[in-house]
């Protein structure tokens, strides 16, 4: 089981992004998916879930500026981030649920932000 996220980098406040996070070893389809980050200095935090039936959830701190997606056919589950604040900068990662009774993480993907 591997998770693998991509498309971070830096931006400038109101810029955009999108993460990407390809997944292997297992079928996407029956597992929730979230985006977590982790700023240094705080613990690791949701940003974005969706499960397996598409439903959608967001930290408030994102809500209206960030989306959540997921391509089950390519094994990948995006987040699209607008409008992006210098507190946005953090390492993000992709999790997938009880995979195999395990919650399973991808390595990280840093997004900083500048002001």
């Known amino acids: 089981v591997q998770l693998q996220a991509s498309g971070g980098g830096l931006v400038q406040a109101g810029g955009s992004l999108r993460l990407s996070c390809v997944v292997s070893?297992?079928?996407?389809?029956?597992?929730?998916l979230g985006w977590y980050r982790q700023a240094p200095g705080k613990q690791r935090d949701l940003v974005a879930r969706?499960?397996?039936?598409?439903?959608?959830n967001y930290a408030d701190s994102v809500k209206g500026r960030f989306t959540i997606s997921r391509d089950n056919a390519k094994n990948t589950v995006y987040l699209q981030m607008n409008s992006l604040k210098p507190e946005d900068t953090a390492v993000y990662y992709c999790?997938?649920?009880?995979?195999?009774?395990?919650?399973?993480w991808g390595k990280g993907t840093l997004v900083t932000v500048s002001s």
């Open positions: 999790n997938a649920e009880r995979v195999y009774g395990t919650d399973r």
């Open positions: 070893g297992f079928t996407l389809d029956y597992y929730a």
């Open positions: 969706i499960s397996s039936g598409f439903i959608t």
